[in-house]
C-alpha cells in the first residue's frame, strides 16, 4: 500500500503543564487510569509548543470576530500560510473550517504522579518596593504587594504519538489552493526537526524534551500506529508488541541515558539505531516521497 502518513510515538522526559488554579495554588493537569493519578502535558500544550518551535507560528496573523482567531481569507490560508497547517476556523463574513493536517495526543506520564508542591514568594522585589516607599516587609505586607505562592511540580516520562497527514500538508480546499511539493516537505522536516530537539518554557524554567526513546516511520494509515503498543511498567519498556509492529517497516531510536532499565534487551530486541540516525533516515524518507 501507498504511504500516506507520517507517525511517531516518543517517550520523552518532559514536565506537565497547569491547569485550574485556585488562589496562589497551581495544579499540574492530570489523568486517571486504573484507579491512579498520572501527570500529563495536554496535546492542545504540546501542540502549540511544536508550532512554535517549528516556525509554524512565524507567519502567523489573527484578528477579532467576537474572539480571537487566525486570520484566513483567499491569500491567507493553510496553502501560503504556515501557521493555518494546525487548523482553524474563521467566522469573519463567511465561516470557514480546515482540520488540522498533524495529530498529536496528551503527553502521558508512565508512572502514577506523587506531589510535589514548590513555594515561593516575591520578597526581593517586595522589599526592593518597602525601601523605596519608606515601608516595612513585615508590618505592610500587603502594601508591598507581597505574595507567597505554591505549585505542583513534575518532570517525568511520558508518552506521546505524533501523526502527520502527507495528503493533507499544505492544501487547503476551502480556497482550492496547494503548496508545492518543496513546500510540502519544508513543513514536514520543521515538525520533525522540532519533535527531535523539543525544548518547552514551563513557569519560566527551560525544560529539553526531546526523545530518550521514539518509534514509526512512513505509514499506508493515518493513525497513531504505536499509541497502543509503547507502554513501561516501572521503568522497563514493554518490548513484544513493539517488535510486532517494527516487523512492518518502521524503525526505532533509544539514547541511552539510564532512564529505562532495560535498555540492554530493547538494543537485543528491537535493534534501534541513534537518535541522529533515526532522523536523519526520517528525513530522507520524507524528501523521497515528496519528489516523486
Known sequence: MKNKALTLTVIANMTSNYGESLGNISSVQKVFRGGKEYA???????????????GFYDDLQTS??????????????????RALEGGYMSTKDVTYIRNSSFYLTDAVATEPFINDARFHNNLYLATNYAMAHGLN????????????????????????????????????????????????????????????????????????????????????????????????S????????????????????????????NEDEIVRELNPVSMTEFFENLRGQVKEYFSE
Open 40 to 54: 500529563t502535558r495536554s496535546r492542545e500544550s504540546l501542540k502549540n509548543a511544536i508550532c512554535v518551535q517549528s
Open 137 to 232: 516587609v513585615q508590618n505592610n505586607a500587603k502594601d508591598c504587594g507581597l505574595m507567597p505562592y505554591q505549585y505542583e511540580y513534575d518532570k517525568s516520562s511520558k508518552i506521546y504519538s505524533l501523526t502527520i497527514d502527507l495528503e493533507k500538508i499544505g492544501k487547503d480546499e476551502n480556497f482550492g489552493a496547494e503548496a508545492d511539493n518543496a513546500e510540502k516537505c519544508e513543513r514536514v522536516i520543521a515538525l520533525i526537526d522540532a519533535v527531535e530537539n523539543l525544548s518547552l518554557v514551563v513557569k519560566g524554567n527551560l525544560d529539553n524534551a526531546e526523545p530518550i526513546f521514539v518509534v514509526g516511520g512512513l505509514s499506508p494509515r493515518k493513525t497513531h500506529i504505536f499509541e497502543n503498543a509503547v507502554s513501561v
Open 234 to 261: 516501572g521503568k522497563r519498556l514493554i518490548i513484544e508488541p513493539i517488535k510486532e509492529k517494527l516487523a512492518q517497516g518502521y524503525s526505532c531510536a533509544l539514547m541511552r541515558n539510564g532512564e529505562l532499565s
Open 64 to 81: 477579532i470576530d467576537g474572539a480571537m482567531q487566525k486570520l484566513v481569507n483567499e491569500d491567507v490560508n493553510a496553502a501560503t500560510c
